[in-house]
């Protein structure tokens, strides 16, 4: 069973940085796209970031570029969100999804294994 499990979220002050970690666990990641998503209170969930399996592609939602930044270190089967420069606009709930899809259009509807997600708040 592929197994993701989130971490590294909290709150933090307008401006400040945090990095979330997606470890999986039951299954190489390799072979997976890696999605970041979010979701904040009555609305719906969308896409932050992907990366794919090779992590030579990355796409970033248009509110994050320039400010987040997605990796993975395969050897240690570990995708990381580096959020910098964060505004209160970004608190929600992220979380982390594996599938083997494309990142160019990445949706929530094509990933079939989530983590538990990891709430960020960003408030002074």
């Known amino acids: 069973q592929l197994q993701l499990v989130e971490s590294g979220g909290g709150l933090v002050q307008p401006g400040g940085s945090l990095r979330l970690s997606c470890a999986a666990s039951?299954?190489?990641?390799?072979?997976?796209?890696i999605g970041w998503f979010r979701q904040a209170p009555g609305k719906e969930r969308e896409g932050v970031s992907c990366?794919?399996?090779?992590?030579?592609?990355?796409n970033y939602a248009d509110s994050v570029k320039g400010r987040f930044t997605i990796s993975r270190d395969n050897a240690k089967n570990t995708v990381y969100l580096q959020m910098n420069s964060l505004k209160p606009e970004d608190t929600a709930v992220y979380y982390c999804?594996?599938?083997?899809?494309?990142?160019?259009?990445?949706?929530?509807?094509?990933?079939?294994?989530w983590g538990q997600g990891t709430q960020v708040t960003v408030s002074s």
């Open positions: 039951g299954f190489t990641l390799d072979y997976y796209a």
């Open positions: 990366i794919s399996s090779s992590g030579g592609s990355t």
């Open positions: 999804a594996a599938d083997q899809v494309l990142c160019s259009d990445y949706d929530p509807t094509d990933f079939g294994s």
